[in-house]
């Protein structure tokens, strides 16, 4: 059997190409250890489906600070192997449980089963500037990487962001 090509093709289209900027963006991406571990784990028991959840911490000039995430269900069940979509009731239980809290919602996660962690041109769309988006690329049922990105209006892309971890 032919190995599987975890690039697909439309990854080097310039359509997808024009999506990614090559400047870093300023701030690094801090993540707590359980964040990140929770992060994986919802990305691998999801697969083959495209899961997608909410980054919850702080957002200073220098980082954004990820505490904690949650799964939210990803509604876009037509094309759940590649496309999500926020379940907004999902969103809204979130939003409620950590009112009156310092936590905010920060960033939105998804999983790329089978592809690289790097945005589509339909990520994008769909971004929100400000927010954080951490993409867990899922090759044959395991974590490959990890790559976050941020949308900036300005340039109309995604900037890559460093990635750290939170020593406790
Ligand atoms: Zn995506």
Redesign the pocket.
Known sequence: MPQKNYVPERFQSPEYLAALADTSAPQTAIFHKNALNHMQEIAVKGYPN?ICGLLLGNITAQDWNIHDVRQIDNINTERAA???QLDPKGYQAVDREIRGTDIEIIGVF???PD?PA???P??LNNAWEGFLYP?ISVCDGKVANIHCWEPNDLSGKFHPVHMSKANS
């Open positions: 495209e590649d496309r999500f998804h999983s790329h592809c790097k945005p589509s339909t990520d993409i």
